[in-house]
């Protein structure tokens, strides 16, 4: 990038790469970030910045936001980011941190998920300032003869410099060939778009270092890459995964979003406001410099709830959140608990709890009346003989779980 190396590398461009570097795993190569940036500052033309996803599932928590909000912090710098939509890719399937070959998806549910997940992700990024573009434009007209070309331009042995595939060779785990597509496609997707940084999780390094070595095959400036750690969820262990339960949906109601932030340990959320708030790195260091002063922690706790359940909803969905939560901790009732109707009065406690799905068996039931943990009304419940009679009944187990039951 000898080209680039006569623009100042001002104020602006410092701050710029400051946003850049924030919560992120690497940056490569930073010097030629830093040029990219001093270049655009002094023409004022956009640097385009890619993130492709693979829609292999509809639904999007908190943990896929991460790289999200990257690309949202770029775009407020006046950057053109560009929303990939793999459409051609996910037919192949991304075989990454995978010790399997991954099943292809059909057509019909990539159409499915792609609608879904963008919408979804507009939550984040600014739709009216985004580019959306789906891989099969250059992808499809590529052609056998094409894709011979593009794979001529990759060996075998850096292929298998790939870690994933690396471990199933060395196990005997098949690897078919079409996987080995996967990694050279996504690669030139950023030939077709010729970007200037391209965004992934920490396990797409090699799938994102690719597009720089196809750009320079193709004549092109090499891309930058830039990768984001991987959100640990609710048990502060594990990634964010809906397999582990362990999740945010930023799809699922105000009240339990909220609830589930609240419920991150004190040294986690300090990561969580790093790769999730929009706050600046100054605000978020001075809030913690409160938190080790002496000012209890929940304090931002609560703000950082607020702050994500009022992007996903609104501030005062945000704001009923959090009276709904202070009510549920004094034992109060909340208003948006779901009903049903039950017949079958007079009902045993611990056999209305199952039918009303508060609890998974009848002897659960039983042994969380011993703990002290169901409440009817507010009170709490000691007699497990307890029958109910026709009429409606507010139930509780545990903090969490409410349901209102119309019981004939």
């Known amino acids: 990038m000898s080209d680039a190396a ?20 690497e940056l490569l190569p930073e010097a030629d970030w830093v040029k990219k940036l001093a270049r655009s500052a002094a023409t004022g033309q956009p640097l385009r910045i890619k993130l492709g996803l693979d829609p292999t599932a509809p639904d999007i928590h908190l943990g896929h936001t991460v790289v999200l909000n990257k690309m949202r912090q770029l775009q407020d710098l006046g950057h053109q980011v560009i929303f990939l939509i793999g459409d051609f890719t996910s037919m192949i399937g991304d075989p990454s941190g995978r010790n399997a070959t ?55 042995a850096r292929m298998m410099e790939r870690d994933d595939f690396t471990k199933r060779y060395a196990a005997g785990t098949p690897i078919s060939v079409h996987e080995f597509l996967y990694p050279l496609m996504q690669g030139y997707d ?42 640990e969820g609710l048990d502060g262990v594990e990634k964010m995964s809906k397999s582990k339960n362990n999740y945010v949906g930023i799809t699922e109601p105000a009240n339990s979003m909220f609830a589930k932030i609240l419920s991150i340990s004190d040294v986690q959320m300090w ?16 809030l913690k410099a409160e938190v080790d002063a002496g000012r209890n922690p929940k304090d931002a706790k609560v703000a950082l709830a607020k702050e994500i359940t009022a992007r996903f909803h609104s501030a005062a969905a945000a704001d009923a959140a959090e009276a709904d939560f202070n009510n549920r901790a004094k034992g109060g009732i909340p208003d948006d608990i779901p009903e049903l109707t039950l017949t079958g009065a007079p009902m045993g406690i611990a056999q209305l709890l199952k039918a009303a799905g508060l609890v998974a068996s009848t002897s659960e039931g039983l042994r969380m009346i011993d703990q002290g943990g169901v409440r009817i009304a507010g009170d709490v419940v000691s007699d497990k003989g307890l029958k109910l009679e026709a009429g409606e009944h507010v139930l509780q187990v545990g903090k969490r779980k409410f349901a209102k039951v119309t019981l004939g």
Request: proline share 6%; aromatic share 8%.
């Open 6 to 25: 006569e623009f100042p590398i001002t104020d602006a461009v410092q701050q710029a790469l400051a946003i850049t570097r924030r919560g992120v795993d």
């Open 102 to 156: 991954r099943p292809p998806l059909t057509p019909e549910q990539i159409k499915h998920n792609a609608e879904t997940y963008y919408q979804q992700a507009s939550l984040v990024l600014d739709p009216s300032k985004t580019e959306i573009r789906y891989n099969s434009e250059w992808c499809d007209p590529l052609g056998s003869r094409g894709l011979i070309q593009l794979a001529a331009k990759y060996t075998v």
């Open 190 to 231: 950023s030939v077709a778009l010729k970007s200037d940084l391209e965004l992934g999780g920490t396990d797409q390094k090699f799938n994102l270092l690719m597009g720089r070595h196809l750009q320079q095959e193709y004549g092109q400036e090499p891309q930058c890459i830039l990768t984001m750690p991987l959100l």
């Open 271 to 286: 990561k969580w406001y790093e790769l999730l708030s929009f706050k600046s790195i100054a605000e978020i260091a001075a």
